[in-house]
């Protein structure tokens, strides 16, 4: 994209007070920008962790800022939480003489597909795809349509894609389930693809359970190696386990991305 030495970019990520990895993908993909010296300034800021949403801007200089959220979908943190406490009024406000611009959250970009089927392959060496099955896993939630339907959004997207044998979104807490992986699908093959943020309890101790991998919930993903164990042999195939899309190194892309969509959207 295009170098925006006058213009700062701020990374805003959920965060966690109980797990250490939540936050490591965020400032991972920030240092990643950096480096490559497009915007003045890279920063990122959390919900529940420091610097927080609403302290950040005092540590900006620039007076162009892109905000974005190193988000799943869109819902209530990207609706209400975050343009509350940065007191935005739609995708553009001027605020304290600086320009904000308020872009859609990472995992709404179409550019995730690519990111999901590397991760997949990149899990699953050497295996055809034609005789895999491939599961997105979401959250789900009667609370909250939109974190099914990003899932639900790349799943068709890869299935019109991409050579594999069978592409399905399922979820945690609603119907597809995760746990019914062995029924919902007949390839010999299966490779799980977490679609979160981060490694935090969901992907490296809820998932795990729910496919049959263990038997109870165990430590955090930094101090062990659930995702390296592949495959795991269960109901007479091979299962295959990735780490949450998150992590990708590539989403740093799908952030700038992001920024390059807005520009796009918003000329003037």
């Given at each position: 994209?295009?170098?925006?030495?006058?213009?700062?970019?701020?990374?805003?990520?959920?965060?966690?007070?109980?797990?250490?990895?939540?936050?490591?993908?965020?400032?991972?993909?920030?240092?990643?920008?950096?480096?490559?010296?497009?915007?003045?300034?890279?920063?990122?800021?959390?919900?529940?962790?420091?610097?927080?949403?609403r302290?950040?801007?005092?540590?900006?200089?620039?007076?162009?800022?892109?905000?974005?959220?190193?988000?799943i979908?869109e819902?209530?943190?990207t609706?209400?939480?975050?343009?509350?406490?940065?007191?935005?009024?739609?995708?553009?406000t001027v605020?304290?003489?600086?320009?904000?611009?308020?872009?859609?959250?990472?995992g709404?970009?179409?550019?995730?597909?690519?990111?999901?089927?590397?991760?997949?392959?990149?899990?699953?060496?050497?295996?055809?795809?034609?005789?895999?099955?491939?599961?997105?896993?979401?959250?789900?939630?009667?609370?909250?349509?939109?974190s099914?339907?990003?899932?639900?959004?790349?799943?068709?997207?890869?299935?019109?894609?991409?050579?594999?044998?069978?592409?399905?979104?399922t979820?945690?807490?609603?119907?597809?389930?995760?746990?019914?992986?062995?029924?919902?699908?007949?390839?010999?093959?299966?490779?799980?693809?977490?679609?979160?943020?981060?490694?935090?309890?969901?992907?490296y101790?809820?998932?795990?359970?729910?496919?049959?991998?263990?038997?109870?919930?165990?430590?955090?993903?930094?101090?062990?190696?659930?995702?390296?164990?592949?495959?795991?042999?269960?109901?007479?195939?091979?299962?295959?386990?990735?780490?949450a899309?998150?992590?990708?190194?590539?989403?740093?892309?799908?952030?700038?991305?992001?920024?390059?969509?807005?520009?796009?959207?918003?000329?003037?």
């Amino acid at each position: 994209m295009q170098s925006k030495p006058n213009s700062a970019l701020v990374i805003v990520g959920h965060g966690s007070t109980v797990n250490p990895d939540s936050s490591a993908p965020t400032h991972l993909h920030a240092d990643a920008i950096r480096v490559r010296g497009l915007f003045g300034e890279v920063h990122c800021c959390f919900w529940k962790e420091e610097p927080s949403v609403r302290e950040v801007l005092r540590m900006v200089d620039r007076d162009d800022i892109y905000i974005v959220p190193n988000f799943i979908s869109e819902g209530y943190f990207t609706d209400n939480v975050i343009p509350r406490e940065f007191g935005l009024e739609g995708p553009m406000t001027v605020r304290g003489g600086r320009l904000l611009k308020y872009c859609e959250p990472v995992g709404s970009h179409a550019s995730m597909t690519r990111v999901l089927l590397h991760r997949a392959r990149e899990a699953t060496p050497g295996v055809d795809p034609a005789r895999t099955a491939f599961l997105i896993v979401g959250h789900g939630t009667g609370l909250n349509d939109n974190s099914a339907k990003a899932a639900k959004e790349q799943a068709a997207r890869l299935r019109t894609e991409t050579d594999y044998a069978e592409v399905l979104s399922t979820y945690m807490e609603e119907p597809p389930l995760v746990a019914d992986w062995a029924t919902l699908t007949s390839a010999p093959n299966v490779v799980v693809v977490p679609f979160f943020i981060s490694d935090g309890l969901h992907s490296y101790q809820d998932i795990p359970v729910l496919l049959g991998i263990e038997e109870e919930a165990g430590a955090a993903a930094s101090q062990r190696g659930v995702f390296r164990h592949n495959p795991h042999s269960l109901h007479g195939r091979a299962l295959y386990y990735a780490s949450a899309i998150g992590t990708e190194p590539m989403i740093a892309d799908v952030i700038l991305e992001q920024v390059a969509q807005f520009d796009r959207t918003h000329a003037a």
